[in-house]
């Protein structure tokens, strides 16, 4: 099976999160026919991450087998190939499954693959999959990249701000205490809050992506929360210390997901670029030294154009193949 029938055959099953289980089948059964130790772990309920390997691995190309909503059908021109998950994140799953039975046929036989599920929502894949016990020394997951060599990848903090206050008729304000002018004046805040810059990984940036609140126009709202994303370029740890000073009592941060920024492995001859986005490697850390690289670019991921270019895919093989044998040359 070429490497355009195999991402059209992913493609073609939906796998937005948390649905992932028919993906995986398909996936597992492939991997098994091509001659690959499959191992299946559960991560909960019919969701399971995928370990294959030949020999015992020291290098694992990894990537995520879940989309984010919605689904969107596999189509396709002369140049490219259009659908959820062309490039966030089948094409880069395609191109490591093909990459592998290309280097096991020229007799480099140490390649693991990890397949996990969860990673457009809250990576429980990832952190589950850190457990499997392995011996690997190097780590190339891949992501959307443009081909390209991240050099380091911002980390990202996922937080639920929920506002407290009192309802009343709202003929009478004072009566009341408005849960959403609370929620407002924080966002407010942290808009013009100034936060940590690294020279390598940029600027913190942020975004309010849900905002909910109250009952109706008439009553004061005694409840209203916000979740927000913000992308990193310092620890967790030091985020936290910075969002949560002066935070008012009726106010409250549930972290739902964070991810520190990392600092990848590079290597001569690849081009290289910085990533604003977030990955699983945080997450990974238990399986050698990072690397990132895929097809694709981030700008169509998660849009309704999602989109890879054909020709990047072959590409994309031949670059996994060229720094594995680096690599193995060299470990």
Same mark, same amino acid.
């Given at each position: 099976m070429?490497?355009y029938?195999?991402?059209?055959?992913?493609?073609?099953?939906?796998?937005t999160s948390?649905?992932?289980?028919?993906?995986?089948?398909?996936?597992?059964?492939?991997l098994k026919?091509?001659?690959?130790?499959?191992?299946?772990?559960?991560?909960?309920?019919k969701?399971?991450?995928?370990?294959?390997k030949?020999?015992?691995?020291v290098i694992?190309?990894?990537?995520?087998?879940?989309?984010?909503?919605?689904?969107?059908?596999?189509?396709?021109?002369?140049d490219?190939?259009?659908?959820?998950?062309?490039?966030?994140?089948?094409?880069?799953?395609?191109?490591?499954?093909?990459?592998?039975?290309?280097?096991?046929?020229?007799?480099f036989?140490?390649?693991?693959?990890?397949?996990?599920?969860?990673?457009?929502?809250g990576?429980?894949?990832?952190?589950?999959?850190?457990?499997?016990?392995?011996?690997?020394k190097?780590?190339?997951?891949?992501?959307?990249?443009?081909?390209?060599?991240?050099?380091?990848?911002?980390? $990202?903090i996922?937080?639920?701000?929920?506002?407290?206050?009192? $309802?009343?008729?709202?003929?009478?304000?004072?009566?009341?205490?408005?849960a959403?002018?609370?929620?407002?004046?924080?966002?407010?805040?942290?808009?013009?809050?100034?936060?940590?810059?690294?020279?390598?990984?940029?600027?913190?940036?942020w975004?309010?992506?849900?905002?909910?609140?109250g009952?109706?126009?008439?009553v004061?709202?005694?409840?209203?929360?916000?979740?927000?994303?913000?992308?990193?370029?310092?620890?967790?740890?030091?985020?936290?210390?910075?969002l949560?000073?002066?935070?008012?009592a009726?106010?409250?941060?549930?972290?739902?997901y964070?991810a520190?920024?990392?600092?990848?492995?590079?290597?001569?001859?690849?081009?290289?670029?910085?990533?604003a986005?977030?990955?699983?490697?945080?997450l990974?850390?238990?399986?050698?030294?990072?690397?990132?690289?895929?097809?694709?670019?981030?700008?169509?991921?998660?849009?309704?154009?999602?989109?890879v270019?054909?020709?990047?895919?072959e590409?994309?093989?031949?670059?996994?193949?060229?720094?594995?044998e680096?690599l193995?040359?060299?470990?």
């Open positions: 070429d490497i029938t195999l991402l059209k055959k992913l493609m073609e099953i939906d796998s948390g649905k992932e289980d028919h993906v995986v089948d398909f996936i597992a059964g492939y026919d091509s001659g690959f130790e499959v191992m299946l772990q559960n991560v909960n309920g969701r399971n991450n995928i370990f294959a030949k020999d015992e691995p694992v190309f990894s990537t995520h087998m879940d989309t984010v909503n919605p689904y969107i059908p596999y189509s396709e021109d002369t490219y190939i259009y659908g959820r998950g062309a490039c966030d994140a089948k094409g880069s799953l395609s191109v490591q499954i093909k990459a592998a039975e290309k280097l096991v046929e020229k007799g036989g140490k390649i693991g693959l990890l397949f996990v599920v969860g990673e457009e929502a990576s429980d894949g990832a952190k589950k999959a850190n457990n499997i016990r392995n011996k690997c190097y780590l190339i997951n891949g992501e959307p990249t443009e081909n390209k060599l991240i050099s380091g990848s911002k980390g $990202a996922r937080i639920r701000i929920v506002a407290h206050g009192k $309802a009343a008729h709202s003929a009478y304000p004072e009566q009341g205490d408005s959403i002018f609370k929620l407002i004046h924080l966002l407010n805040r942290w808009e013009e809050q100034a936060y940590p810059e690294d020279k390598i990984l940029g600027k913190t940036t975004n309010t992506g849900l905002i909910s609140g009952v109706q126009a008439n004061i709202p005694a409840h209203a929360e916000a979740e927000v994303m913000f992308r990193t370029v310092v620890s967790f740890e030091k985020m936290k210390y910075i949560e000073k002066d935070l008012p009726d106010i409250s941060l549930e972290y739902i964070q520190d920024p990392v600092i990848l492995n590079t290597a001569d001859g690849f081009e290289k670029d910085i990533a986005f977030a990955t699983d490697v945080p990974l850390n238990k399986w050698g030294k990072p690397f990132l690289m895929g097809p694709g670019s981030i700008l169509d991921a998660h849009t309704d154009h999602e989109k270019k054909k020709s990047d895919l590409k994309a093989v031949n670059l996994y193949c060229d720094l594995t680096m193995l040359k060299n470990k």
